[in-house]
Nanobody, 121 residues
Framework: QVQLVESGGGSVQAGGSLRLSCAAS????????VAWFRQAPGKERKFVAV???????WYADSVKGRFTISRDNAKNTVYLQMNSLKPEDTAIYHC???????????????WGQGTQVTVSS
């Protein structure tokens, strides 16, 4: 069974940066798609970015040019570098795993517990 563990969340001021990590165990990510989703208080979970094992990378329009998703297959970890953070980026960030890339959270069967990101103005 796959386990995904997020880390790297925290509190920053607007304009700051954070790097989230999603460490996988139970399977290799070299043939595994990993995505990031976020959920703000009282709102639906939304797609942020995805890294497909074949090289596919997609971003939500709201984070394009500010966030970068990358993977280190040797460390079995996927990262989300977040720059120029805005208060509206405040949310719990979850990583999720699937066989193929999708922006629909219903396509993902493996989920981490999430890490809190808080951006103050």
């Amino acid at each position: 069974q796959v386990q995904l563990v997020e880390s790297g969340g925290g509190s920053v001021q607007a304009g700051g940066s954070l790097r989230l990590s999603c460490a996988a165990s139970g399977r290799t990510i070299s043939r595994y798609t990993v995505a990031w989703f976020r959920q703000a208080p009282g709102k639906e979970r939304k797609f942020v970015a995805v890294s497909g094992w074949s090289g596919t990378i997609w971003y939500a329009d709201s984070v394009k040019g500010r966030f970068t998703i990358s993977r280190d297959n040797a460390k079995n970890t996927v990262y989300l570098q977040m720059n120029s953070l805005k208060p509206e980026d405040t949310a719990i960030y979850h990583c999720a795993g699937s066989a193929i890339p999708s922006t629909d959270d219903r396509s993902y069967g493996d989920w981490g517990q999430g890490t809190q990101v808080t951006v103050s103005s």
